[in-house]
């Protein structure tokens, strides 16, 4: 095999949306930096200490003795069904009226996102997204080579004015409208905010009125640890045109990558077919187990209370530490919190002198399809431990305050 020196030997056999991406910027990676002895508050993992390990063993082994060489099999045995009708019987506890035919396990939500974009997207369709936005789901439409515009968001989620006046200008002027909106109504990353109901309701009389698919993903929604739920899209849905993406990767653990799509039958069986390869059935077998067992709903409760005393740090941390004229959101679930600089400081600029400090986060630029958040900045608090969350927060304030001083 080569090194890793770039050739571009092969360019002229890649897809135009792969030889596009290679003369973009940060293209492939996150744009953080490697420092290694800071404490890292860039990615929203969830704590170590989160993970049931000793639950997934014990479900393993069951699977083992119960399903043997079935769960092994395409396709698994009896505790993929046992996964499904615990996602439809969590579903419906939210309000959204379904059952096993609207749901379709995947390798994660991503995984989800990728087949709904699979069975809509082609290049050069639109997209709509709140601005900032999941950067995993940007790049994710980078690669099928579409054109995304960005709507802000306030403490009330997506500005649904904002989004029906550009429709209604589009529509006046004879301008094409765009296929897909994807949004993140609840604790969204990175802004941790959560659409109100009118505004979801608004923005679901827009899709109807103007034609597009609502992509809902719910990745936060089981990790509120205060406030009154709202309705998912999906409940208060009754046209089939939102299309629900959601994950055990918050919830149980990333690496057993399981997620999935809820649907209308109709929009679900063609998901369904475009979904290539299977999924990983003997994970989902070990999921369903631990499910049927009835262990999830109280791990669950404890990621909540745990996940909130690392939020509520955070949140004085700042307050203690950061100078005046930052500011940041305080939100009611979820791993992150979005901070707005003191005018003038550039979140990416800051970053190496936030390294030396000890710290490092992403800065806000990559959330954005265009401009925007440049003096922002994501942090998460689901990884590290309090005493790593003081000193990261510490090392962010006094970065800021020496590039301050030096304006
Ligand atoms: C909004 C959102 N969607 C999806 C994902 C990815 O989930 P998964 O691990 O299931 O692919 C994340 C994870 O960071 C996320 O924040």
């Not at 079935?70 to 009896?78: H, I, K, M, T």
């Not at 640890?225 to 046209?239: H, I, K, M, N, Q």
């Not at 209308?264 to 998901?271: Q, S």
Request: charged fraction near 30%.
């Amino acid at each position: 095999m080569q090194d890793n020196e770039r050739t571009g030997a092969f360019d002229h056999l890649f897809t135009e949306t792969v030889r596009d991406g290679l003369n973009e910027e940060g293209y492939g990676s996150w744009r953080s930096i490697k420092a290694p002895g800071a404490v890292s508050l860039s990615f929203g993992f969830p704590f170590p200490e989160s993970f049931p390990e000793d639950q997934l063993v014990a479900a393993a082994e069951a699977v083992f003795e119960q399903e043997g060489e079935r769960a092994l099999q395409y396709g698994g045995g009896e505790y993929v069904d046992r996964l499904t009708e615990t996602v439809v019987e969590r579903e419906r506890e939210r309000g959204i009226d379904c059952d096993e035919e609207n749901v379709l396990l995947t390798n994660g939500s991503t995984h989800a996102i990728d087949v709904v974009c699979h069975t809509f997207l082609e290049r050069g369709d639109e997209v709509f997204v709140e601005a900032p936005t999941f950067m995993g789901a940007l790049k994710l439409f980078a690669n099928y080579g579409v054109d995304v515009t960005g709507f802000e968001a306030d403490a009330d989620g997506l500005d649904v004015d904002a989004l029906a006046a550009e429709l209604d200008a589009r529509r006046a002027d004879g301008r094409p409208l765009p296929k897909l909106l994807y949004t993140i109504p609840t604790f969204q990353n990175p802004g941790g905010t959560t659409m109100s109901r009118p505004r979801r309701e608004r923005l679901l009389e827009l899709a109807e009125e103007y034609d597009f698919v609502v992509l809902e993903d719910d990745a936060y929604d089981d990790l509120r640890y205060r406030g009154d739920p709202v309705a998912p899209l999906a409940a208060l849905d009754d046209s089939g045109r939102v299309v629900r993406v959601n994950t055990f990767s918050k919830t149980i653990a990333p690496g057993v990558r399981t997620g999935w799509v809820l649907a209308d039958a109709e929009p679900l069986a063609e998901i369904t077919r475009m979904r290539a390869g299977g999924t990983n059935t003997f994970t989902q077998s070990v999921l369903g187990r631990y499910c049927a067992e009835g262990r999830f709903e109280a791990d669950v409760e404890e990621l909540r209370a745990a996940y909130e005393r690392r939020c509520d740090h955070m949140l004085d941390l700042l307050d203690e530490h950061m100078p005046p004229g930052a500011e940041w959101t305080e939100p009611n679930g979820g791993f992150f919190v979005w901070v707005e600089l003191p005018e003038g400081i550039d979140a990416e600029a800051l970053l190496p002198t936030a390294a030396d400090e000890g710290v490092t986060y992403l800065p806000g630029e990559q959330f954005f399809p265009d401009d925007g958040g440049e003096n922002c900045l994501r942090l998460s608090f689901s990884h590290v431990s309090l005493d790593e969350m003081e000193r990261g927060i510490r090392a962010l304030a006094r970065a800021t305050e020496s590039t301050l001083a030096d304006h």
